[in-house]
């Protein structure tokens, strides 16, 4: 029996995103389901987090994750191992996800029984902040070795998100990275970003995480 689906998903051909995205947002409310859009640049710990944030969860909400890549299915399979719904989606070599893009892989994943699906969007700070996925809400990760500096480099990503997971504080010893500083910067972009540093790999800060997320989820079902 397979662990889970691969799906092709396609550039939306609608050039009104927005509306689109508005209306998934709908549906999805109607359907109480959160949907969460988790961005990053590659090697940031996405799926580490994520996989320790279903394990923190997984007894109190019903989960399924898209897992979104230009290819492999890497990703899906370590998310399968946590016992949650996946599905690989791959994009045709798309650096992002758009709001029907999104909707093709709800549907394939199927919303059934859930209380909160994720879309781990493809790895980049640049394309998938220029597009609303129809999520309620979206966050990224930020590892320590990446440098404090990517507010300045990338500040539409910042300025789109929620929530700002400094990841891989476990390593703050032995890099030239200024939480404060970053902190500082990502909230003149975003005033009202919620910056919460972590370690995926030790679980430190997880806590805060996982309490805003259901939060959050709970607020939505409402």
């Not at 989820?217 to 409402?222: A, M, S």
Request: glycine fraction near 6%.
């Amino acid at each position: 029996m397979e662990k889970y689906r691969v799906l092709e998903v396609k550039e939306s051909i609608f050039k009104n995103n927005d509306e689109r995205a508005k209306k998934l947002r709908e549906e999805m409310k109607e359907r109480k389901v959160f949907l969460l859009n988790l961005m990053s640049s590659p090697g940031s710990g996405k799926t580490t987090t994520l996989s320790r944030t279903i394990q923190m969860l997984g007894n109190d909400l019903k989960i399924g994750v898209m897992e979104a890549d230009i290819d492999s299915d890497v990703d899906a399979e370590t998310i399968a191992k946590t016992g949650a719904r996946v599905i690989q989606l791959h994009t045709g070599g798309m650096c992002h996800l758009d709001a029907e893009m999104t909707r093709q892989g709800v549907e394939a994943l199927g919303t059934e029984e859930l209380d909160l699906a994720v879309l781990e969007n493809v790895g980049n700070l640049v394309c998938p902040a220029e597009f609303d996925t129809g999520a309620a809400k979206s966050a990224m990760i930020l590892s320590v070795p990446e440098g404090d500096d990517k507010p300045l480099k990338y500040p539409l990503m910042f300025s789109v998100c929620d929530v700002l997971l400094v990841n891989k504080t476990d390593v703050l010893p032995y890099f030239d990275f200024d939480l404060a500083k970053c902190e500082e910067r990502a909230k003149k972009l975003n005033p009202n970003i919620k910056v919460i540093p972590i370690s995926a790999k030790t679980g430190e800060g997880m806590e805060e995480w996982v309490r805003w997320l259901k939060e959050q989820v709970n607020e939505w079902k409402k």
